[in-house]
Each structure stands twice: as structure tokens, then as C-alpha cells.
């Protein structure tokens, strides 16, 4: 659903090229629906999802907290009004120079993986605190993860430990369940583990007080999605049920699921055309694709939902591609898009739940072309 | 190999953040290769792959003419000191007002692949030369071509035939045999269908002159590949194999073969880590990944020759990732990568053949991670 504001907006500024605009009403109207549904977590904002000024100015007014994956995101964070003990630095890669700089700037809570991390955090950022990030299988994600972040479950004791020797705090444990995670009961594997660490580290004289439930809330694309209710619901069960009487604090990072509905990106169709005579599929080509901002239909993973003005007439099977000389920028071409067969060059489209992960994917200038432009209202 | 000079201008400028060095001195060589193993062809470099202000200058002066994909890239063309007459519009999908934008700065020569793109150039740029691109199979190429660009070759005669209704100047046939084409005879096929559109165009009364062979030159990255010269000969075998004694007019698009190897990218380790105690392979973290120049890693597609200055010692497989929170932005782990034992956070990496289709892919600011800085020398 295109909120009004956002027509509104469009049908007056009529601009040239694709954009992106995100209604701050609905940024701060889910922020609000997150504390409602979780109460009992604080919330670190994932600010890679989008880190425009604005977006992030009415998070840190709500309340909210910044989980960040660089010093540039720490810096936005501070400007947008949070101070230093409301950032994680949440990234598990880290330089050694980038961890002494967030240190400087007052940030002291920091995720690590694995031991090497723990050493350089205990250089460069002396006596802070560190969670373990460990792995999880990631069922049920639209964009599941890959093994990139985290550590199998059974190696976080001793990371923490080895945080502990070098004279930082070991808080906790955190996890991923995987981006855009429709599956609500996903994240009780992974509590599991992470009260097994806690009892482990717990015979070894350190007491866990935090659990990072990491993002993966998703937006509404094409399907409908379970209610941020649900997931509350369940994920707080699992805690009980694997924690007992001792439940830890809990922190949530909702990306997607912040910013995700809250942002339209307008495009416009650029050409309609077929291979050959007997083509049974027309070839939809758009002003953006994979490199103006839609990465994420990379495997056409993410499947958005796409609004014309013509969406009334019959509709039949496209591939949807992208304006640049890439062939690989192409949307979807195996799972072919339902689009009016009216559609010509010139008509407008919207693209529908693109506040997160679009606009700081966009390319620098791949084929001349520029990156995409971000509206907030 | 990476050249002394950009050795030496590394050693000097020692800089922080992950960068594109490119020898402009190679570039002109290269551009040289091509004059002298394809003589009889015209150049149009791709400026996608690399439009940098210095890169399209050298080009300029050397009497390279220029193939773009968007108005940005033709004013690029033009300010690096080519004319009009020497640009061609070859994306095959543009905007109409962008095709009238071209059009007044002088551009005569476009691409198109149908019908629909034939009428907007017979209305923005009246008069002009088209040529009608036609779709090839793309094996043997690393980086393949998907059907995004082009028409099944039965169909480009009624496409020329509708550009000369319309008063437009239907002057030849277009193709690409793939990106990183490393078989010298892959022209064959589809100039063997240019041929019989020549033939019947011929006896519609509309006589073609012009076929463009696009890009698809190689550049060497771990694998050695065919000299330039073996293209060359392959190519115009089959010219005059296919033409007889009416040889066309041929043009070349070179990309990456032009600048791919003038490039060095200059990136550091973050992190080499395990993931649990018996892990096998290790997880090397750069400071660049696939969203900040290395989109070509997408599948594994490009393999990259990698070189530090610990490669005497004794190397073992590893995972190589980027420095982004995104879990997508993993370089090679379906197919480890050896590196050396010793390798540790803060080491140089020297990324070779890095020269095309790197920087301009970059994203503006992914995870807060400034765009690829690109330094020509």
C-alpha cells in the first residue's frame, strides 16, 4: 500500500529519474509497533538498512538504540542525536584502527566471533563489553545467511573466556536467524543454544546477562506476513523455556522491519519489447535494477510487490530487467511478473516495501547512470 | 603482474582505505594491441567498464572512438575530447528524452534490438543510424550473457526494415559473444547470422555495411587466455568466410581487455578466523567485498588473481569475505582460495586485472563503507 503522503508527494514533485521516498510516519509508527510487541527488549536499530539523517533523527527522538556496521554508521548515529551507550558496533569484521575509533567516539559494547577479534577489542578498545555472535541455520529466511558471521555454538565459551582473560566484559551471546525470517518460531533453536552458553560459562565463574535476538522481523513484500505480535509471542516462550527464572536482557535489531514498508521507490518503464515474433514473454525494462538499488533481487530473492496506474487491465508474464548494459541486471526471469499488458514507456511504477537495503546498495555510477535519489516526508 | 609503477605509488602513498590503482601507461598499450591485431576494425571502448576522466582521455587522444550505455557516459565521451561522430548510443534500452538528449549533442549511431526502440529513435533523433543487435549463445564466455540485449536473429530484418520506414538509416548488425570471452573462435556463429541478414536485407533493397563484433576480449586473471592477435585472425577468417568479397565494415567494443589488466586493486586484511575449533578452512576478511567493486565475484563468476607479500610461505584453502554486515557479500567459498598460513589483519592484498567493471560498480555507501577510490597514475 503506497501511502498517500507518498502519492501525493510523487504526483507533485514529478521526478525525472527513479527515487526512492520514505514516509517518516510509518519509520516512527513501527518503531512504536516494535515496543509495543517486544517490551521487553531494547531495540538497536540496524542502521545499514537505511541510514538517511532523517530516518535515523526520529529513531533516536523514539528511543531507539543503533546497532552499526562501521564507524561512519556510528557517526551517523551520534549525529542523529543517540549518544555513545546507545551503539553497537554489531559488525564482526572489524579493523583494529575502526575499533579504537569507535572507542574514542565512547562506544563499548562490540560483537566478536572468534578469538582473533577478542585480541584486537581488547587492544584498541580496552575493558568494553563484547557478546559472541554464533551461527544458525537460517531456515525459513528470504535471504538466509550465509556462515559468514558468527562461530559454531560450541566454540563461544571459550571466545568469551578468552574476552574475560584479556580484560573486556563477556555480556552475552547474539544470533541471526536470517534476513526477512517469515517463520516466527524461528528463533527457539538458537535461544537453545544460547542458554546452553550461558550455563557453560556460568560453571566457569562468568555470569551472560545478554541476548542479542539480532533483526530477520520482515516487511510485507508479495505475502502476507505472521504480526510483529507473534513474534513477540513466541520468541519471548522460547526465552522462558530455555531460560527459566533467570530471563536475560534482550535486545532486537530490526532493519527491514523497520524501514522496509515505509519506503516506495517510483521508477519508470523504459521499454517493452520481444525477442521474437513468436515470444511468449514480454521483456519489461525499468530506470532501476540490480544496480541502482535493487540488490537484493540478486538469485531474485527478494520478490517485490510492483504497482502501475494500469494494474486494472489483463496481465501476462514479463521479464522484469534493469536500464544498464549489465546483463546480469535483470529482476526476475525465472519466476516471471504478472504486469499489465498495457504497459508502454513512459508509465510510472511503483515499487512497493523498498525502505531497506535499496538506496546505499545503489552503484556509485555503473553505466553513467545516477545513484538513487532518497525522499523523506 | 603488477606493474612497478604501481608498486611504487602504492609504497609512496600508503593509503587507508581499499583502492583502484590503474596504470594509464598499460592502458595505452593495450589500446595499441588492439590497432595493431584487429587493424581493419574501428574501436569503440566500452565506457562502462571503466569512465574514468583519465582513462577516456588517453583513449580520446589515442583516436579510440567511444561506446556508451547512457547521456551521462556520452558527455564523458565528449569532454574527454571525442566528437560526436565518433560515440555510439549502444545501450539498447533508453529513454526517449535521453535519446533527444544525445541526439542534440550530436549523436547519429544507436543501438536497438526492436521495433518499440526503433520508433523512439525515429521520433528523437530523425535520420539517425541504427543497428539492430541480435542475440548469440555466449559459451565459452566467464561472465555469459543472459537474453537481456538483442533479438533472435529472424526477427532483426524486420526490425532494420521498420527503422528505414520510418526514415531512419539501417547500417548493420550488432552482437556479444560474452564477456570474458575466452574462446577466439566464438565470432563464428554469430557472424554467420549476420551474414544471412546482410543477404536478406540485400534482397529487401536495403544494403548493410556495418557489423559490430562488440566486446567479449579477455583479460588475464589466473588463467592465461589467447592473445589478441589470435582473435584477430579468428575474427576476420570468418568475416571473410561469411562475406566473401563484400567485407563490411567491422567495429569493436573492448571493455575489460582494454583496461581490465591496467588495474590493481589495493585492499587489507580485516580478520582471518575459524569458525569452530576444527574448522578446515580459515575465513579471510577483506576490507573490500562484492559491494564495494567486486560485484563480478557474484557466483564465482570472476576469480580474481590475488597477491601478498607472504606468497612464498605455504598456502592452505580459505573463505574470502568482505568487510560488510551483509552476509551475501562472501567472495569465494564454493571454491575455497589458497592463500598463505601466515597471512593477518593488516596485511597488504593486491587484487590483479581489477581495471574493469570495479569502481562504478561500487556502492555509494554500503554499511556506511565509502565507494572505491580510484587513483590513475
Same mark, same amino acid.
Given at each position: ?20 521516498? %520514505? ?12 515496543? $509495543? ?5 531494547? %531495540? ?47 559488525? /564482526? ?49 528470504? =535471504?538466509?545467511?550465509?556462515? $559468514? ?31 526477512? &525470517?517469515?517463520?516466527?518460531?524461528? =528463533? ?6 544460547? !542458554? ?23 516487511? #510485507? ?7 510483529? $505480535? ?19 536482557? /534482550? ?10 514498508? !515505509? ?13 521474437? &515474433?513468436?515470444?511468449?514473454?514480454? =521483456? ?18 527478494? #520478490? ?5 496506474? #494500469?494494474?486494472?487491465?489483463? $496481465? ?34 511503483? %515499487? ?21 535519489? /532518497?525522499?523523506?516526508?
Amino acid at each position: 500500500m503506497i501511502s498517500p503522503r507518498i502519492r501525493g508527494f510523487l504526483a507533485e514533485r514529478k521526478p525525472d529519474e527513479p527515487c526512492l521516498v %520514505i514516509d517518516l510516519e510509518k519509520v516512527r509508527g513501527n518503531y512504536d509497533a516494535f515496543r $509495543k510487541s517486544m517490551p521487553e527488549s531494547a %531495540i538497536y536499530y540496524a542502521v545499514k538498512a537505511n541510514p538517511h539523517p532523517e530516518v535515523l533523527r526520529v529513531l533516536a527522538a523514539a528511543g531507539s538504540n543503533f546497532d552499526c556496521a562501521s564507524v561512519a554508521e556510528i557517526k551517523m548515529g551520534l549525529e542523529a542525536g543517540a549518544t555513545a551507550d546507545r551503539i553497537s558496533f554489531g559488525n /564482526t569484521i572489524k579493523k583494529e584502527r575502526d575499533i579504537a575509533a569507535a572507542f574514542a567516539l565512547g562506544v563499548r559494547l562490540y560483537a566478536v566471533d572468534c578469538r582473533e577479534e577478542v585480541e584486537k577489542i581488547s587492544r584498541a578498545a580496552p575493558g568494553s563489553k563484547v557478546f559472541c555472535r554464533i551461527l544458525t541455520n537460517g531456515e525459513g529466511a528470504e =535471504w538466509p545467511l550465509s556462515r $559468514k558471521f558468527g562461530c559454531d555454538a560450541e566454540m563461544a565459551p571459550d571466545v568469551l573466556d578468552h574476552a574475560y582473560r584479556l580484560g573486556l566484559v563477556p555480556v552475552g551471546v547474539s544470533f541471526h536467524v536470517g534476513s526477512q &525470517q517469515t517463520n516466527a518460531d524461528a =528463533w527457539g533453536e538458537a535461544l537453545s543454544s544460547a !542458554a546452553s552458553i550461558f550455563r557453560e560459562m556460568e560453571t566457569r565463574g562468568i555470569r551472560l546477562t545478554l541476548v542479542n535476538l539480532g533483526g530477520g522481523f520482515p516487511t #510485507r513484500y508479495l505475502k502476507d506476513v505472521p504480526a510483529l $505480535k507473534q513474534y513477540g509471542m513466541s520468541i519471548y516462550d522460547a526465552v522462558r523455556r530455555f531460560f527459566g527464572n533467570r530471563i536475560p536482557d /534482550t535486545i532486537i535489531e530490526p532493519g527491514r522491519g523497520m524501514v522496509g514498508d !515505509a519506503g516506495v521507490i517510483r521508477s519508470e518503464v523504459v521499454l517493452v519489447s520481444k525477442k521474437s &515474433q513468436n515470444d511468449k514473454l514480454r =521483456w519489461v525494462y525499468l530506470d532501476i535494477g540490480k544496480f541502482g538499488g535493487l540488490a537484493e533481487t540478486m538469485d531474485e530473492a527478494i #520478490r517485490y510487490s510492483i504497482v502501475t496506474d #494500469r494494474d486494472g487491465d489483463e $496481465k501476462s508474464p514479463c521479464v522484469i530487467a534493469g536500464p544498464t548494459c549489465d546483463s546480469a541486471d535483470v529482476l526476475y526471469e525465472k519466476n516471471p511478473y504478472a504486469l499489465p499488458n498495457t504497459l508502454r514507456p513512459g508509465d510510472e511504477v511503483f %515499487i512497493e516495501g523498498t525502505g531497506a537495503y535499496t538506496s546505499t546498495y545503489s552503484s556509485v555510477a555503473f553505466n553513467g547512470f545516477e545513484p538513487l535519489r /532518497t525522499y523523506v516526508i
